[in-house]
């Protein structure tokens, strides 16, 4: 338990992380590479095409749209996560975290819709339908871009740091109460009722694990890759970034 | 401590009354655009009335936010306020004088704008008016309340005005949700008590945090 907080204060320390991830970023790259390739050669060529529902091939549509519309949502818990700790632990690493998080989690977010988008008109007919998960991620990418907003427009940094923090919690509660509100209303609206899918038959199930693996992995990649440009951002008149950036020793008495 | 701190809001306000009706006058203007805009015609402006009516006390909430945190912010009153009281308390004085000076008039000038909308139109009595006039008694005090943390959000932030909008327009689309569905219930003849149950819940939430973090929120604008 000792051990855990030590590792826990020693990540608030801007040079350990940098040195850490620095280490991590090689391991996860390739694990991301490896794990995409298997994934989309499974998703793309070795998988069947989906015929019930007159499909086609579009169902592979979904192995990019299932993990993008997981992550975007998970990407927002781990923004409030890391938020509180900052606010709470007075940790700045935890802010740049949230600031790192921000846009992949935004991006996650647009590619769910895209991709949502461009699997809906094959198959129910129409690029946009009200329907109560697309709304509500909807809603989830104005509240990313609402933080990436608010962020933007401080000059101060530490201010931005702690304002997105509370917009990021104050969000967090609120995207259960908008996910169910808005189903309520889609039901009272007698939306499009999307069919309930059973059991996805094991033919599906590999491929679609394989690019959930993968793309976790790819997100974590580029969250801790803005993370190291967000630590070298905020600690540019440190002596060790010097260091770092020259590639030299800038210690004093070598003159 | 609270009451000292809402007469004081009160005051500030009288002395710019013009200020608090310019809000109230767009919620008139806005809504009395739909008829040029659609149709005038009474089954059609009833169908859209409550929708219209409640996004336009919504905007007139959001546009009418600003003058109660940003003079305050500017002219260093607010940091005097938060030295003298706890910022919760503040903040709690600051969403009250926002809504009696705001949503309590919207929800007085709504039957008028419910006359334009044709609200009543083919039932004999004025029952939708006071459906309409309970859901936004409900619904704005959470309006103000969430509009109190991104307010106190942005007020150090360097680029303003629409930013706010931005930031809470989300988090309202529960309560314009439910404010309108509680009003076109009550249009189709049917039970609008959950709705309401619905909205009051809400605003319980809204209370127990929201004061809390816009407090928050004015401590770091101002630290």
């Known amino acids: 338990m000792a051990n855990a907080w030590r590792w826990f204060h020693q990540l608030g320390s801007p040079k350990y992380l940098f040195q850490k991830t620095g280490q991590w970023l090689p391991w996860i790259w390739g694990a991301t590479l490896i794990l995409l390739a298997v994934g989309l050669y499974y998703s793309l060529w070795a998988s069947p095409i989906e015929v019930r529902q007159g499909q086609g091939h579009?169902?592979?549509?979904?192995?990019?749209?299932?993990?993008?519309?997981?992550?975007?949502?998970?990407?927002?818990?781990?923004?409030?996560?890391?938020?509180?700790?900052?606010?709470?632990?007075?940790?700045?690493?935890?802010?740049?975290?949230?600031?790192s998080i921000a846009p992949v989690g935004a991006a996650m977010t647009f590619l769910a819709l895209f991709t949502g988008s461009v699997w809906g008109k094959p198959t129910w007919g129409t690029w946009w339908e009200w329907d109560a998960r697309m709304t509500s991620e909807l809603l989830l990418l104005f509240l990313y871009l609402g933080y990436i907003a608010l962020h933007a427009s401080f000059s101060d940094r530490?201010?931005?740091?702690?304002?997105?923090?509370?917009?990021?919690?104050?969000?967090?509660?609120?995207?259960?109460?908008?996910?169910?509100?808005?189903?309520?209303?889609?039901?009272?609206?007698?939306?499009?009722?999307?069919?309930?899918?059973?059991?996805l038959d094991p033919a599906f199930q590999t491929p679609l694990f394989l690019m959930l693996g993968a793309m976790y992995l790819l997100f974590a990649a580029l969250v801790i890759m803005r993370l190291r440009a967000e630590?070298?951002?905020?600690?540019?008149?440190?002596?060790?970034?010097t260091e770092w950036a020259t590639g030299q020793s800038t210690e004093r008495g070598d003159a | 401590m609270i009451l000292t701190l809402l007469k004081r809001e009160l005051k500030v306000a009288r002395r710019n009354w013009i200020g608090l009706a310019i809000p109230l006058l767009f919620f008139i203007i806005v809504v009395s655009l739909f008829p040029f805009a659609v149709s005038p015609e009474a089954p059609v402006l009833q169908k859209l009335a409550p929708g219209v009516i409640w996004v336009a006390a919504l905007l007139a909430m959001l546009l009418s936010l600003e003058q109660f945190y940003r003079s305050d912010y500017q002219d260093g009153s607010l940091e005097q306020l938060l030295l003298m009281s706890s910022p919760t308390s503040v903040a709690i004085s600051k969403i009250l004088a926002h809504w009696l000076l705001t949503g309590l008039p919207l929800v007085i000038l709504s039957p008028l704008l419910a006359v334009l909308m044709q609200i009543n139109y083919g039932s004999a009595g004025s029952s939708h008016t006071w459906v309409l006039m309970l859901s936004l008694v409900l619904g704005t005090p959470t309006l103000c309340l969430l509009g109190a943390v991104g307010m106190s959000l942005t007020l150090a932030a360097s680029r303003n005005g629409l930013l706010v909008s931005i930031l809470i327009i989300p988090l309202y689309v529960p309560i314009l949700i439910f404010g309108a569905s509680t009003v076109?219930?009550?249009?189709?003849?049917?039970?609008?008590?959950?709705?309401?149950?619905?909205?009051g819940a809400f605003?319980?939430?809204?209370?127990?945090?929201?004061?809390?973090?816009?407090?928050?929120?004015?401590k770091i604008s101002v630290g």
Do not use: C
């Open chain 1, 158 to 199: 530490s201010k931005a740091d702690k304002a997105g923090a509370i917009l990021a919690i104050v969000g967090v509660i609120n995207i259960p109460i908008i996910y169910l509100s808005v189903k309520w209303w889609n039901t009272l609206h007698q939306g499009y009722s999307v069919t309930e899918e059973g059991a």
């Open chain 1, 58 to 99: 579009t169902v592979r549509i979904m192995y990019v749209h299932v993990p993008a519309a997981a992550l975007s949502m998970i990407a927002y818990i781990a923004m409030a996560i890391a938020a509180t700790v900052g606010l709470v632990w007075k940790m700045k690493m935890a802010f740049a975290a949230v600031r």
């Open chain 2, 203 to 218: 605003l319980l939430i809204a209370i127990v945090f929201a004061p809390f973090a816009s407090g928050r929120a004015l």
């Open chain 1, 231 to 241: 630590i070298i951002l905020r600690n540019q008149k440190a002596r060790w970034v």
């Open chain 2, 184 to 199: 076109t219930a009550s249009l189709e003849n049917m039970r609008y008590n959950g709705e309401l149950a619905i909205l």
